[in-house]
Each structure stands twice: as structure tokens, then as C-alpha cells.
């Protein structure tokens, strides 16, 4: 990876970023790239490193070892306030004594500008993000939606080459976040900059990303497009983390064309022989997914099977999630769309025998 | 509108707030600044406007006190020369306090780290434990014409510049910046430290360099602290005349002449003249005077966003 030279082609690439506070090791040598106008969300669970991360693509944190290229351009000797990144805030951090006008003007009277130029700016960029009216509100008066709004226009009005975007949506309500969803996308793809995105949350990662890196513990463990990463998990930490999926461990049995066999605490499991194939013995995991376990009925057959007890049911509004309990003691869920007539508490504690079709069952987890 | 009112008549929920505890716990508070505040302080100005009869105060509502003292104003006793000499001695004193100040907070709050800070803040303000009357002593003896300073000056082959500080107004305002400078470290420290750190990160984010981060974030949202710690320290500056007179020797000299601070005026006549209901006039007007000071400091607090500043 010598980034250096390739011009252009690439909005961002991290090479081997590393950051230690003392002992803890929060960012462990992360490598990516971010194309032109792409949309990449980054998520992983809290503590994985996430924010560090942005922060340190904004320049307000600095790194142990790697490399930071914008463009092309190395960004290590670029002093803070001339980085081409913008930071959009979680909780959008705009100025309390500036009123919305001046918040969002506040980077360009940084430099020298024209006083009329400048408001015609700020309005075009009120236009943009619909904050029409508003100019004169102090930040006090805002709602969060409002806030948000102030936050992204105050950073794209600097012209940023990359928007960062720390869990912006976080501090809103459910229906106002999937507005904002949509509302983002669009601006990006208006823009046609780079939106990094950090976030815990896998549908706004799913639901606006051209790719998604999913962190762990200071690493990358996965980067691939929403499809890939919800469908073909490459890791044990990848599949649990996101979408519902449960997860077999065992050692492989046998290895045909078709299908691989794995013994597992619960008996045997097959699954899809993919491109690449485990060696025999080897300990894999198998994953599927939880909308892809059904209760078995008399006459399905040739499928994999396993006897479980019922644990619990989640009502979820459009679905229920039920909980059940494997012989080794581990717990899987299954989702399914609708179970009219028996009643849950009569359910829980009962023996259940449940399949899944070897099509969809994948492994990982092997070298 | 009236559905919210019946709504709020049909179901009265008293609010942790609205408990009857609220009263009882504000009355020892309410009846102690009663006592021994507010009375005082009526019975003070109302003793202003007594007479003076065979060498004791009569009670009455006579005028007779303020206006010999404004007759005085620029002649005779020159009362106005005091207050003039006071407002020169403790304004620049307040603002240079405040400056001073807010410089060792900003060091303080940004240069050390967090576990630090409150050790740092006890150092700096470890001073106000000694006697005020204590730190004037000793500042006598710094300053004196064979103090410490010129002593070193001169043993260091420096003889000629020695300073004469002593008995002047700048001797004054050195004992009242050592003296208020505990309380505004206070008041700033809670100011500065209460600026969200984000919003640095965000100014630096924007384009700002440091010094446009401080001109533009951190110091406008000083403010309200700045105005506040101003206007304390002139306030107790102005009612202050142990620095005048132990370290500006009474009549101090200044920019403005030989004249004592009005405080100083007000000491000299309560321990001379027999006409005590004229003295309380006297620290009457001083009394107002702090009022003002008050008064236009608040008003500077109030934000002045209320129009568009384009």
C-alpha cells in the first residue's frame, strides 16, 4: 500500500493507523479506503474505537503510527484548522452565544470574505438543509432536528473535501431519524463529497451506506457493501454483531461438493460448500440467520435439525423474536413473521424442533 | 388555552417544587438578611437624615447633611476628589485583577490536566486564608522606601531604580488586587471551566486558528464571568480603606493629587467630627454609588443579541 502517489482515484486512505493511551491500544493498524463520494459508515460497539477514529481524521486527536492521505495528500504536517475533514458533532456542539446566521457563518468569516457574498452563502445553504426562517432563532430555541440541521450547514459551508459524521442522528426520535436518514443521502449525494459516518446503529449504517467497515476492539474486521456484510459476515464477531444471526461451533466432519459437514454440541450441521473450503477438523462457526430457522413440521425433511426449548418470545411489532434454549446451553433466535393461536406463556418451557435449510447456512471462521 | 387552564384546575400536582418545605427552608435564610441586613441597612439610610443636637443624633427627615456634603463636592472637604480618587484607584485595580485573573484560569483550565486543577485552584487561592490586614503588613514592607525590593535593587548594583511605590495610589491598588484576586480566580474559574471543550474542537475544526478560537469562543463566552468579576472587585474595592491607608498612607498620591479614597474621608470623619449622621450620609452616597456599579454591569450581562449582528 503506497497510497502516496495514486492521485486522485481515492477521497481518503488510512494506512495502518494505530493509537495507544498507554496501555490500551484503541486503534490497532486500520487500513481503509474511501472512494470518490462515497458513503461510509463505520460501526462497531462502544469502546471499539469508532469516535477515535473520526477524531482523529478530523485532526483533533493525534495517532501513535500510520498514515492519513486526503486526496492523495499526506495530512500528517497539516496543522488542525487547515485539514480539508469536518466534524459534524453527536451532540452538534454549536456556538451558544452566536444565533443560527452567525453559527453557520462562523467558518468563512474565519478568512477573508465579502460580508454580502457571505450572506448569500449562508442562505443558499439555509436553502440547502431547509432552515429558511431560522436565521435569526438563537441556538436555545431549536429543536434537536433544528440543531442538527445548524451543525451540518456550519460544516459544509467551509467546502469540507470530507464530511465526518459522529452518531449525528443519535439525539433525535425514531421518526425524525429516518427522515434524516433519507435527508443526508440525498445531501451527500448533492455535495458529491465523502460522508464518513459513525454509528452503532446497523439500519442507518445499512440503510445509507455505499459501504460499511465494521470496528472491533481497534480493528477493522470487515468492509464490504451493506448486502455483503448483513448476508456474508466474514467473522465470528462480524455475524453476532450484526443483524439477528445465531451462530454453531463445531469441527468439520466432511467436506463434499454440495455441502460441509459439522459436528457440532447439538448435532450434525451442513452447510453450503463456498468458494473456499475449511480443511476437515478444523473448528468453524456456522451462521444463520434468524428469519431463516423455522419449526419443523412432519414432512420437511433432508434439512438440518435441532431440538431446542423455548425460552421467550419478544413482541416487536411487525414480527416476533423467539428465544430458545439449545442442548449445550447457548440460546438462538428466530424470527418469524406471525404465530396466530397459541399463547406465549403456555409456549415457554416447551420442547420445539426447529430446522434450517443448508442453502442457508454459511461458514466462517476458518484460515 | 382554557382547555389548559381547566385541564391545570382539574388536576393539581403539586411538584417537588411547589412543597411547603421550599418556604420552610428559605425562611432561616429570608429572616437572618431581614435581621441583620436589610434593617441595617434601612435604619443606615434613614439615620442619614438625622440631626445633630448638643452633640447627639436627634431623629428626623432633614436634608441638612447632604447638603453641606454637596456643598463640599470640590471645595472645602472635597468629598468629590474622594470619589473621583476612589473610582480611579479601584476601577483600573478591578480591571487589572480581572485580567490577571482570567490569564491564570486560562492557564489553569487549559494547561493542567484534570486531575491537577483543583489543587491548582487551592494554591492560587490559598492567600485569602492569611489576614488581609496581615498581606498589607507585608506588602509594606516589599514596597517600603528600605523594603525588600529596593534593598535588592540596590545590593544587586541597581541603586537607581529604585522604586518609590509606597504611599502612592499604586501602592493602594497592589494590596487591593492581592486582596480580591482569591474571590475573582472563583468566580472565573467556574466561568472558563464551564465552556464546553467540544466547542474549541469545533472552532479548530472550522478553520480557527488558536488565537481566533480564543477571540471568538472562548472569550465571548467569558463574558457574563468578565463583567461579573469587574464589577465584584470594584465594588469591594471601592468600599475597601485599609490598602488606602496602610499602603497609600491616607493621602496617596495619583494621577489626580494627594487625596485620599472616600472611604478613607468617611474614616477620617468618623473618628473626628461628632456629626456621625453626616458620616452615614456620606457612606450613603458610597452605598449608591456601588448601586450604579451594579446597575451598569448587569445591564452590560444582559446579551446584546437581540437584534441581527451581520
Redesign the interface.
Known amino acids: 500500500m503506497q497510497g502516496g502517489k495514486a492521485v486522485a482515484t481515492k477521497d481518503l486512505e488510512l494506512i495502518g493507523i494505530t493509537r495507544r493511551f498507554g496501555e490500551f491500544v484503541a486503534l490497532d493498524g486500520i487500513d481503509l479506503e474511501v472512494g470518490q463520494g462515497e458513503f461510509v459508515a463505520i460501526m462497531g460497539p462502544s469502546g471499539c474505537g469508532k469516535t477515535t477514529l473520526l477524531r482523529i481524521m478530523?485532526?483533533?486527536e493525534s495517532t501513535t503510527s500510520g498514515r492519513m492521505l486526503v486526496k492523495g495528500r499526506d495530512l500528517a504536517a497539516v496543522p488542525?484548522?487547515?485539514?480539508p475533514?469536518?466534524?459534524v458533532?453527536q451532540?452538534y456542539?454549536l456556538?451558544?452565544?452566536?444565533?443560527v446566521?452567525?453559527n453557520i457563518a462562523?467558518?468563512p468569516r474565519?478568512?477573508p470574505h465579502v460580508?454580502s457574498e457571505l450572506?448569500k452563502k449562508v442562505l443558499e445553504m439555509a436553502d440547502l438543509v431547509s432552515l429558511e426562517g431560522l436565521?435569526?432563532r438563537?441556538i436555545s430555541q431549536l429543536s434537536g432536528g433544528q440543531k442538527q440541521r445548524v451543525a451540518l450547514a456550519?460544516?459544509i459551508i467551509?467546502e469540507p473535501e470530507i464530511l465526518l459524521l459522529d452518531e449525528p442522528l443519535s439525539a433525535l426520535d425514531a421518526h425524525l431519524r429516518i427522515r434524516m436518514q433519507g435527508e443526508l443521502r440525498r445531501l451527500q449525494q448533492a455535495l458529491g463529497i465523502s460522508f464518513i459516518y459513525v454509528t452503532h446503529n446497523q439500519n442507518e449504517a445499512f440503510s445509507m451506506a455505499d459501504r460499511v467497515a465494521v470496528l472491533n476492539k481497534g480493528r477493522v474486521e470487515q468492509v464490504g457493501t451493506p448486502e455483503a456484510i448483513y448476508h456474508h459476515p466474514s467473522s465470528r464477531f462480524v455475524a453476532q454483531f450484526v443483524g439477528m444471526n445465531n451462530l454453531f461451533s463445531g469441527k468439520v466432519a466432511t467436506v463434499s461438493e454440495h455441502y460441509t459437514e459439522i459436528a457440532s454440541d447439538n448435532g450434525p450441521i451442513r452447510a453450503v460448500t463456498g468458494s473456499k473450503s475449511p480443511r476437515i477438523g478444523e473448528t468453524v462457526h456456522v451462521v444463520v440467520q434468524a428469519d431463516k430457522i423455522k419449526r419443523a413440521t412432519a414432512h420437511t425433511s433432508n434439512e438440518n435439525r435441532i431440538n431446542a426449548i423455548l425460552r421467550g418470545r419478544e413482541f416487536a411489532g411487525s414480527h416476533n423474536v423467539y428465544l430458545f434454549d439449545l442442548p449445550n446451553g447457548n440460546e438462538i433466535k428466530i424470527v418469524s413473521e406471525d404465530e396466530p393461536g397459541s399463547p406465549p406463556e403456555k409456549l415457554s418451557g416447551s420442547p420445539s424442533d426447529l430446522y434450517f435449510s443448508v442453502r442457508d447456512a454459511f461458514i466462517i471462521g476458518f484460515q | 388555552m382554557e382547555n389548559s387552564a381547566i385541564a391545570l384546575r382539574g388536576a393539581k400536582v403539586r411538584t417537588p417544587n411547589q412543597s411547603w418545605l421550599r418556604e420552610f427552608c428559605l425562611l432561616p435564610a429570608v429572616a437572618w438578611y431581614g435581621v441583620f441586613f436589610f434593617g441595617p441597612l434601612c435604619f443606615f439610610l434613614w439615620f442619614g437624615f438625622w440631626r445633630v443636637e448638643d452633640y447627639s443624633p436627634v431623629a428626623d427627615f432633614s436634608l441638612t447633611n447632604y447638603r453641606e456634603i454637596f456643598a463640599n463636592m470640590f471645595t472645602g472637604s472635597n468629598y468629590g476628589w474622594g470619589i473621583a480618587q476612589s473610582l480611579w484607584v479601584s476601577v483600573p485595580a478591578a480591571l487589572i485583577a480581572t485580567t490577571c485573573t482570567y490569564l491564570v484560569v486560562l492557564a489553569i483550565v487549559y494547561g493542567v490536566p484534570a486531575r491537577r486543577q483543583r489543587l491548582a485552584l487551592l494554591l492560587t487561592v490559598a492567600p485569602f486564608w492569611s489576614s488581609y490586614l496581615l498581606r498589607l503588613y507585608a506588602w509594606q514592607i516589599i514596597l517600603a522606601r528600605e523594603g525588600a525590593i529596593n534593598s535588592l535593587l540596590t545590593a544587586i548594583g541597581l541603586g537607581e531604580w529604585r522604586i518609590a511605590l509606597m504611599y502612592t495610589q499604586i501602592a493602594t491598588r497592589i494590596g487591593l488586587i492581592h486582596y480580591v484576586t482569591p474571590i475573582l480566580i472563583i468566580i472565573l474559574y467556574v466561568t472558563v471551566s464551564n465552556i464546553d471543550r467540544a466547542l474549541i474542537d469545533v472552532s479548530r475544526n472550522l478553520g480557527a486558528t488558536r488565537l481566533q478560537t480564543f477571540r471568538k469562543v472562548i472569550l465571548p463566552l467569558s463574558r457574563v464571568g468578565l463583567i461579573t468579576s469587574v464589577s465584584f472587585a470594584t465594588i469591594i474595592c471601592l468600599g475597601d480603606f485599609l490598602s488606602g491607608s496602610l499602603l497609600g498612607g491616607g493621602g496617596g498620591t495619583s494621577l489626580i493629587g494627594r487625596v485620599p479614597t472616600f472611604p478613607d474621608m468617611i474614616m477620617s470623619e468618623y473618628g473626628s467630627s461628632s456629626n456621625l449622621p453626616r458620616t452615614t450620609a456620606m457612606a450613603s452616597i458610597l452605598v449608591v454609588i456601588m448601586l450604579i456599579v451594579l446597575a451598569i454591569s448587569i445591564r452590560l450581562m444582559t446579551p446584546a443579541l437581540k437584534g441581527n449582528r451581520r
Open positions: 478530523a485532526g483533533l488542525i484548522h487547515r485539514r475533514t469536518r466534524l458533532w451532540d456542539a456556538f451558544p452565544h452566536l444565533n446566521f452567525d462562523f467558518g474565519l478568512g460580508p450572506r436565521l435569526d438563537r456550519r460544516a467551509t
